[in-house]
């Protein structure tokens, strides 16, 4: 059957039958149509004829002064005095019924005073602006995208409270064609010198002072005549040449991890002096001679690692710079290729090949080149400085004192110094600990430009699409009302949460363009509703106003009300950030469609009075005389389109393709979602132009992990009694050979040091029988070359003195290291796993494991099921709203459909557009799930009001309402559209997601659809006719035909031809 087959003969106006053509309508300036009525009955004999397609009558072209001074035709019966409000409603509009007659009722009152509606408004907003003075903008990712129940943040608050950690991390990677160049290493001296001469002006802070400090010990004992110098020093080891900081932390955990390993190099020659009887001095020495060599010769150094130790003997001092100056590029192999390297400053062995990224290396295996290395700087917090203000400024992140922030402020300012970034050679790139914070919250203020410019296009958007194009019809008074609205529920919203305590993160800078979108949709249903009026009802301008709130009234009702359960459920979540979003949201919703049903709304009914007066709309106080509109600025030519459209896609071999092409597009959005990864890391939310993004990029790539360090915590616990726990738990750990590569435990070479020594027999019931033995023995053992690097794995209640039993000890730490894992399918089931371990040694107290990425790891765990969770929760709310509003189950599961076949759609081609699953797609594809609605539930609606054949019933839903959903899904691509050229993560991920939303949701609704329901389409709705319902272009229309509805220029018009 093609489309000439149709029984009944179609055109973009209708059927043929009822085609008229009449002269153009004019606007009545009749002192009656300008009064307010205050009576609810009003008595109309409007001539109105037979329906022709969708409920829609055609008016007659009559004048309305022409149509008063004659009789009612013979064949037409006089329509009898009737109330608006009232009448018999089918059951199923029993609901929209009761909403119908309060809006009648608030909107006739709204334009009765609307003045005071408008001025009452504004008050209330103003008072909710106040909530401004607690503003607050958060870009502590402790407080943003971590549960805060969650074992990390509790175990995390539990140390900071009782054993804060006082090291800073920073860093430097330098990058070059090769780092090993004497040139390079000059340039590493003057980085380093540019920091010792920081003073900050208010504290007077330098590095030397706010360094942290690292004992050095060197005995440089001489035991046979064969060894002397290097190969003499016995080493007692309080710093790491490898400190073990995880690079992508900016949560700044590991500062409380063991910055203490023994490398290689010095372990083999521990255990070359064991092997040739050389015995170790903390056994034949301890505790007084020993204990007494220490404090002599122990000195400190200044926490910093580079490839400058192996220069640095007198500290940095002319020596160094000596040397430094006069180095060739084959000192430098020599010194990076020597087996022994040796740390002139910690005055230990260090592997300096760990120093390097993008390592050459000849034929022989020996370095003959490298593009990146560091240098790292630790600094210190002073603890005791730390006040109350200075913790409630933290909240939840790392307690740090300010003036060490005021000392990293200079730390900051001085690596970004042009002249350390002036050789064009050399590449600087810097990481502050505070860095991280600092650029999150500057991230919140740098799209507000975008912000302006998108409401710009917007408005234009409006005014073209409000008015029409001549003077009087115009609305731009009306069209920046209803812009300014919006502006002031982005204000007073932020107020209203801001005054309970919801702290705003980056990712809520998309809350403006949503509200943007959203309000701008009620504008237009609200105009479409006027419209929508016959203009030959002969009733006063309140009158008018209110039968328009009786329909866009529900209208806005039911997308508000869906929107703002929608956000109340994601709002359930755990995730601060997400949580606070969708709080945001669901205020801003609820304040935009009470400011565009009040504000818009009196402003409408002014504007209105306007155009019956014939006032120009731009210039308010001039009045044009004998003024008809243009034929051409009546029509409506999307209309039109549309109805070419349906047309051709009821042509059987189109309807074939279609549906192929559907499949086509399902089943690789289906194997995209398939392919999908969940993954999320905060320093997305870092602009990705930064100096820290470009650190982290660099540091990825030249110094990439070989796993994640997790460090157990053990509180204070009878060590001589549940040593035997800690043996069962390290056992443990190294039997999880699948999820551990490595495991480093002092317990391990506490229990080799005491029975290879035979300081003890029975190494369980020697401590348990004597528990001061084991005190003593463990201070003996940290004093070792062997314990010395685990001296920072315990937290005592007094400090440990050498020669002296050690005191009460309140936390001691084991550490090991992960196997790099492929995502959140691995590292999910291993960190809980982790914790299922430790939990089941059972401690007599508080035993944890916590690790810098299980932070992150816990959010993962976290987003799936939220993500699952809140789409279904919004998709079973949305579909019941649907029912209860179209009122037919079979229509309702052909809009489902078109909705999750959009949804896996949009899904899928996040995958092939980069997209993963994160805190920002998540609540993305949430919002997108009201949207994919709408354009589906107006066909579906249109169709049910249209009689005839499935095909006809088809053709008039797209020609009727077509135009409206193509509208609707332009204005919200308008509303987003600047967000393309953003860097951040936040815009970018919205920009796209929401780009994906508009493409398949109007293709579904627009395309799909209207297929699907010329096959499996519901029987047309009883076609019931409410009393008052002449008063309308169409017959009782259900607010679904006016949801995100846009105005059609030359809709309202009687002689309207396409």
């Known amino acids: 059957m093609t489309v000439q087959d149709f029984p009944m003969e179609l055109n973009e106006h209708g059927p043929s039958s009822s085609s008229t053509s009449s002269s153009e309508g004019s606007i009545s300036g009749s002192t009656k149509s300008e009064t307010i009525s205050t009576h609810d009955e009003i008595t109309s004999n409007e001539s109105i004829s037979t329906p022709t397609s969708c409920g829609s009558p055609t008016i007659s072209s009559k004048s309305r002064e022409e149509r008063h001074s004659e009789p009612n035709p013979p064949n037409e019966p006089p329509v009898p005095t009737q109330s608006i409000v009232s009448g018999a409603r089918p059951k199923n509009q029993i609901i929209i019924g009761a909403l119908e007659d309060f809006f009648y009722w608030y909107g006739k009152t709204v334009a009765t005073w609307p003045v005071a509606f408008i001025v009452g408004s504004l008050f209330i907003c103003g008072l909710c602006t106040l909530g401004l003075f607690r503003y607050t903008e958060e870009g502590n990712p402790y407080k943003l995208w971590i549960p805060q129940e969650s074992d990390f943040v509790k175990n995390s608050e539990w140390l900071w409270e009782n054993f804060p950690p006082d090291l800073r991390f920073h860093s430097v990677i330098i990058t070059a064609d090769n780092v090993l160049e004497p040139s390079v290493i000059q340039h590493m001296l003057k980085i380093h010198e540019r920091v010792a001469q920081i003073e900050t002006p208010q504290s007077g802070l330098t590095w030397a002072n706010k360094c942290y400090p690292m004992p050095v010990v060197d005995l440089n004992l001489s035991f046979d005549s064969g060894n002397s110098g290097q190969e003499n020093a016995t080493v007692l080891n309080f710093a790491d040449a490898d400190y073990d900081y995880d690079d992508y932390s900016f949560f700044s955990l590991d500062d409380t991890e063991g910055k203490i390993n023994v490398s290689n190099s010095q372990t083999s020659r521990i255990q070359k002096r064991n092997i040739d009887g050389i015995p170790d001095p903390s056994i034949g020495l301890y505790p007084s001679d020993y204990c007494d060599i220490v404090k002599e010769i122990t000195k400190s150094a200044c926490f910093e690692t580079s490839l400058l130790e192996m220069w640095a003997a007198d500290q940095y001092g002319f020596v160094t710079r000596d040397l430094i100056k006069n180095l060739t590029l084959d000192d430098v192999l020599s010194k990076v290729n020597n087996p022994y390297g040796f740390s002139e400053v910690f005055k230990r062995p260090t592997d300096f090949t760990q120093y390097l990224g993008d390592i050459t290396r000849n034929s022989t295996g020996h370095i003959v080149g490298a593009r990146a290395t560091f240098i790292r700087f630790f600094g210190q917090v002073n603890i005791s400085a730390i006040s109350d203000q200075d913790r409630a400024a933290t909240g939840k992140g790392q307690p740090v004192d300010s003036a060490t922030l005021e000392f990293e402020g200079g730390l900051l300012s001085a690596l970004r110094d042009g002249i350390l970034h002036s050789n064009p050679n050399i590449t600087v790139l810097i990481n502050v600990a505070r860095s991280f914070n600092d650029l999150s919250q500057k991230v919140i203020n740098t799209d507000a430009l975008l912000f302006g410019c998108g409401f710009s296009i917007v408005f234009i958007y409006v005014q073209l699409s409000l008015g029409k194009m001549n003077f009087v019809e115009q609305r731009p008074l009306l069209s920046g009302v209803g812009i300014a609205c919006i502006a002031l529920t982005v204000f007073s919203t932020y107020g209203m949460c801001s005054l309970f305590g919801f702290v705003f993160s980056p990712m809520h800078n998309i809350i403006p363009f949503l509200l943007l979108g959203i309000g701008i949709d009620d504008m237009f249903v609200i105009c479409q509703s006027l419209d929508n009026l016959s203009p030959d009802l002969d009733v006063d301008i309140t009158t008018r106003i209110a039968l328009t709130m009786k329909h866009a009234g529900v209208a806005i009702t039911v997308t508000s009300v869906t929107d703002i359960t929608v956000f109340a459920i994601g709002a359930t979540t755990v995730l601060p950030a997400l949580r606070s979003f969708c709080v945001f949201c669901a205020v801003g919703i609820l304040v935009v469609y009470i400011l565009q049903a009040t504000v818009f709304v009196a402003v409408m009914s002014k504007d209105t009075h306007r155009i019956a007066q014939r006032r120009n709309g731009f210039l308010l106080c001039y009045t044009h005389t004998n003024w008809t509109p243009k034929p051409w600025t009546q029509k409506n030519y999307l209309q039109s389109f549309f ?266 081609f996040m995958h092939f557009w980069g997209l993963t699953i994160d805190v920002v797609s998540c609540v993305n594809l949430v919002i997108a799930v009201g949207l994919c609605v709408d354009y589906s539930a107006h066909i579906a609606h249109a169709f049910m009001t249209c009689s005839g054949t499935k095909n006809e019933r088809t053709i008039q839903a797209l020609r009727d309402i077509g135009p409206a959903v193509f509208n609707g899904g332009m204005s919200t691509f308008l509303a987003f559209i600047l967000t393309a050229t953003s860097q951040s993560h936040v815009f970018a991920t919205f920009f796209k997601i929401f780009f994906l939303v508009v493409v398949f949701g109007l293709f579904h609704g627009l395309v799909f659809l209207p297929i699907t329901l010329s096959f499996f389409g519901p029987d047309p709705l009883d076609q019931h006719k409410s009393e008052g319902s002449n008063f309308y272009s169409k017959q009782n229309p259900s607010p679904v035909d006016l949801l995100s509805v846009k105005k059609l220029p030359g809709h309202d018009n009687p002689n309207f031809e396409g």
């Open 643 to 908: 109805f070419r459209f349906a047309k051709f896609l009821m042509i059987p071999f189109v309807k074939f393709a279609i549906i192929s092409c559907t499949l086509v597009l399902l089943g690789w959005g289906s194997y995209g979602l398939y392919m999908l990864r969940q993954e999320f890391n905060p320093i997305w939310f870092i602009p990705p132009e930064s100096y820290l993004s470009q650190w982290f990029s660099a540091n990825e790539k030249y110094f990439p992990k070989e796993g994640e360090r997790v460090t157990i915590n053990i509180g204070p616990i009878d060590y001589s009694d549940e040593l035997w726990k800690i043996d069962l738990l390290v056992d443990k750990l190294k039997n999880e050979t699948a999820i551990v590569s490595s495991v480093d435990s002092w317990y391990s070479d506490f229990k080799d040091y005491m029975e290879k020594n035979d300081l003890v027999q029975d190494f369980f019931e020697a401590f348990h029988v004597n528990q001061t033995e084991f005190y003593f023995r463990l201070t003996q053992f940290l004093f070792s070359p062997t314990g010395a690097k685990y001296r920072t794995n315990f937290q005592f209640d007094q400090s440990i003195i050498c020669g002296q039993i050690s005191p009460n000890v309140q936390l001691s730490t084991i550490k090991f290291t992960h196997h790099l894992f492929d995502g959140p399918s691995e590292h999910i089931p291993a960190m809980n796993r982790i914790k299922a371990i430790v939990e089941s040694v059972n401690f007599s107290s508080r035993a944890f494991a916590v690790a810098t990425e299980y932070a992150s790891w816990e959010t993962d765990e976290i987003i799936a099921d939220d993500t699952i969770r809140n789409l279904v929760l919004s998709v079973v709310c949305v579909f019941i709203t649907t029912l209860l509003l179209i009122g037919n189950f079979k229509a309702c599961v052909l809009v489902l459909i078109s909705v999750l076949m959009t949804l896996v759609n949009v899904s899928g």
